[in-house]
């Protein structure tokens, strides 16, 4: 995966050098894409480095009690401008009361910036409707993430989680995953006493149970 964007980087800096992009133009287009290609290198050595965290046991938990239906709608506020930008609109439905959870705050925003992170990657259509919504069931609370796109293999769900599993090919994509995302995102999900799965539902759906704290833990 690194070497990948690393011999585009060197292709089109040699290509800089020996004069192929002859033009302003073309001089433009080469540095911009190398510029494009080192971008998705630090994203990914950023990922590598978290995951080795996570493995090593070396990544440091937070939590704090938390209403989750306020924290999700303060997250998707603060995103709003960047997922316009890249043609997303989320749909929020939460019930009106308090569900009190403990989680660290930004290993849930990562969490979930994977999930959608991925919807985006997989996108079949160049706007994307992602939906999230909250329900309470006894002692939990259950947040589906949903895209409006083609789903899944019903064969590749098990698999979707497990570390460097990549089915690119099952959601159009025109970009390489890494693998990473999902599996990072189970990992932490898992470090909140919670489990995640994903299915088709409509589109493509993320499932995550967090365990909700009573009136006498609060």
Not at 16 to 41: F, H, R, S
Request: with cysteine; net charge negative.
């Amino acid at each position: 995966d690194l070497k990948t964007p690393l011999t585009s980087i060197k292709g089109y800096i040699k290509g800089l050098k020996d004069g192929v992009a002859n033009t302003p133009q073309k001089q433009e287009q080469y540095l911009d894409i190398a510029y494009q290609k080192a971008c998705a290198m630090e994203v990914l050595l950023q990922k590598l480095f978290y995951f080795a965290k996570l493995e090593t046991g070396d990544m440091p938990m937070y939590p704090v009690k938390t209403d989750l239906g306020s924290y999700l709608r303060e997250m998707i506020a603060e995103n709003q401008q960047d997922l316009h930008e890249k043609h997303a609109d989320i749909l929020y439905l939460a019930p009106q009361e308090r569900m009190m959870v403990e989680i660290d705050h930004d290993q849930m925003k990562r969490v979930l910036r994977n999930i959608i992170e991925n919807s985006l990657k997989y996108r079949c259509r160049e706007q994307v409707l992602i939906q999230i919504h909250l329900v309470l069931k006894e002692d939990t609370v259950i947040m589906k993430i949903t895209d409006d796109g083609d789903g899944v293999p019903e064969e590749k769900l098990p698999h979707l989680f497990e570390q460097f599993y990549r089915g690119d090919e099952t959601r159009n994509s025109k970009t390489d995953g890494d693998g990473l995302g999902l599996y990072i995102a189970k990992r932490i999900v898992e470090q909140h006493n919670g489990w995640i799965y994903a299915s088709n539902h409509g589109g493509f759906c993320v499932t995550i149970v967090l365990p909700i704290i009573s009136d006498t833990e609060l």
